[in-house]
């Protein structure tokens, strides 16, 4: 009888166990749905491909990343001609940045420039290419840059302002597992940059 009583009692607590999570979850998903909730982001996509002196490829790396927090303020500013961020509201972020001195012990969404970087600087700025937003799909930038006769083990790279390696406000910043290239090598890097306020 005692045993008959506690197998009772437990189905009790697991019924109002059971009707407090379903409660819980309709609430949760009510609240998913509301037209105060936004999903706008900027993200980042990275694509660099090496080639040797014939024009093969010799290595190929992608990875995504998010925009940096000094990237929020910065982009912030130039929306709405302020200074808050200690960014240059006219400047453009068309210059992308590679180097050999990634720090992976350190965060990278809170580094500000100078970068722990020794980088290669392009004399003039990324092709770049717009992509506008339609419906549901958001808009997209894709900066080109290629990069001759390398000559080193690129392990890190930057979207910044500016060509000059101190110089210049950051929207974005990866690591990757290093490239070896050599003195006739070539790297051309592809980052899109997304905007959806979807």
């Not at 694509?47 to 990237?71: C, H, M, P, S, W």
């Not at 958001?138 to 690129?154: D, E, K, M, Q, R």
């Amino acid at each position: 009888m005692i045993h008959t009583k506690y197998v009772a009692l437990l189905g009790v607590i697991a019924a109002a166990g059971l009707s407090a999570y379903s409660v819980s979850g309709m609430v949760a998903e009510n609240a998913s749905t509301s037209n105060l909730n936004g999903a706008g982001y900027l993200v980042g996509h990275l694509e660099l491909t090496a080639y040797d002196e014939n024009g093969n490829i010799k290595a190929f790396r992608q990875t995504d990343n998010v925009v940096l927090n000094r990237g929020d303020n910065c982009i912030a500013d130039l929306i709405f001609a302020e200074d808050s961020g200690g960014c240059s509201a006219e400047a453009a972020y068309d210059f992308i940045h590679i180097g050999t001195g990634s720090n992976a012990t350190a965060p990278a969404e809170f580094w500000d420039p100078p970068l722990p970087i020794t980088c290669t600087t392009t004399a003039t700025p990324s092709t770049v290419a717009i992509t506008n937003a339609t419906g549901t799909t958001g808009a997209s930038t894709l900066l080109t840059t290629p990069f001759l006769n390398v000559n080193a083990n690129i392990n890190e790279a930057a979207i910044k302002t500016a060509s000059g390696c101190g110089n210049g406000d950051l929207l974005a910043y990866q690591q990757f597992t290093a490239i070896p290239l050599g003195v006739n090598d070539d790297l051309t890097v592809e980052w899109t940059i997304t905007i959806d306020g979807n």
